[in-house]
């Protein structure tokens, strides 16, 4: 079985937006009433989602872990009642989806952060969708303000009520920042690197792992720039009296293979252990067209694994077994 | 010959320390005097940069570019007049410095950017630098708030005054960033990669090199997370109707060999055009112990190189080669 852990709803249908949009509009105009989504029938969701489908026929994947696209989470936008809102419509159809392809999809929550409001009003949301609605894991936005980076690092005791219930539901969280309004950064291209990049750092510097040690975070897009700069990060560590990184990570950190080339791909399976590397495209995502210089799409990750100089046995750990690890609900689901 | 793009002086005399901690010291009270920088010997100088001269002699490099210590420019510190003294201060010693051993240094100024005062003051104290005491570049901080990323992005018009003296006096810019003062971030770990994955996908979606053909940027650190990820990077120009990266880079981008394991080099010397690499090493900086897989210093980037299955040609380029092209002044300086 081969289990894509990074997958997001691009795709939704336009009810979903123009709810959004709706949103959007009203925060300049408080005597608007509430957008209300408008309904989506069953047959729109299907039809919504033959590309995934598509693509994991065509690429030889079986079950996307599926969450919300993350560049509109939008968690700067209006306050913890819009994100709230939005969250919530943007899970409920993660579920159909997932109930309407049980054997292609399962579910992956956005959490309703926002700058302005304590993470606590995120648990409710969290409980609702692994308790109600089988979801697996949830994926959590270290800078909510995108791009301004005001939040508290997340190995700061601010996130540690939110640890506690990850670690209470046995669920694991993607480190995944949402668009970003700093004209510094673009969303895809480098907020969402730099995000990985930082919060690694954040691991490495922090004690979050000695304080929650079954806690598993993904570090997503092949762990950002860590596997190119592994010697960097392996000094930074030794410098710092810090453990060594595969020692950090054992069981706490891992990353995907969002990564759309093979010599990227091969470098991440050189220099990180196998058992912290999940199989992941980010498909339908950030990069949607085809390489000219292979005559496959870029995120077809399957391939360069496929491809890799490496056993059968860690081509199925990172194919289907560790995901299995990190998502012990997987199974359940 | 081979030509280290980039140093910097992080063992200066104690006394540069103690004029900055004056200087900060005095932000917060206003009747004190201006601190004044104790007297530094030509011998105290001479001892100061016995770690550089012993490296360069150990791992076989013959000069370095040599700039200010970058973690300590701290742009967000003070006002421009903070800055300025701060700046002067730095570059004379980096002269001083290239005056005693004229045949292993060469300098490179940092500019004396602030926040909270618009880039014209930046523009004397570079050609104080390049016309005066020789200097052959300099480094551009993208982000002189330390961390809040609230300058301007570096293909905005903000910046053009900057760029058309850096063509008049044809010398290139490192984009380089200074210490942070935002807890997300740490500064060598996070916060240098980050800007240069930053900087990166700014040049892939401006037309700053449209606007300034003969204009020469380095990227750092390797290009931050770009070649790790240039299947991701070609993708989204491609998908976004810009140049492709070699076309985009060709004699404007450059990156150095900041990258401080073999896998690492190796992937750089694979994806990105041979002509687009500097050698560089960040010593004595980042990282400063030894690795223990093989033995030596992690910042030993020369031994990489050395040992990539590449050509000697390219290895003299990268040497050598392009680093007198970069900075066409290294040969008169």
Known sequence: ???????????????????????????????????????????????????????????????????PRASVMGHHIGDARTSLAWTRHCNDLIHRVCELFPNNFVGVCQLPQTPSAPLANCLDELRRCVEQLGFIGCNVNPDPSGGMWTAKPLTDRFWYPFYEVLVELDVPAMVHVSGTCNPNFHTTGSHYINADVTAFMQFITGDLFRDFP?????????????????????????????????????????????????????LLLKVVPVDNILFGSEMVGAVRSIDPTTGFYFDDTKRYIDAAAISDADKQKIFEGNSRKVFPRFRAA
């Open 1 to 67: 079985m081969v289990i894509d852990c990074h997958g997001h709803y691009t795709t939704a249908p336009k009810q979903l937006q123009a709810f959004r949009d709706g949103q959007v509009a009203g925060l300049s105009d408080p005597e608007k009433p509430p957008p209300v989504l408008s309904a989506i029938s069953d047959d729109e969701l299907r039809e919504s989602v033959q590309p995934q489908l598509q693509f994991q026929s065509d690429r030889g994947t079986d079950v996307t872990i599926f969450s």
């Open 214 to 266: 079954t806690l598993r975070m993904i570090v997503p897009h092949g762990g950002g720039a860590a596997p190119y700069h592994w010697g960097r990060y392996r000094g930074l560590a030794q410098d710092n009296k810090r453990p060594p990184l595969d020692e950090m990570m054992r069981g706490n950190v891992f990353f995907d293979t969002c990564v759309y080339h093979q010599a990227g791909i091969d």
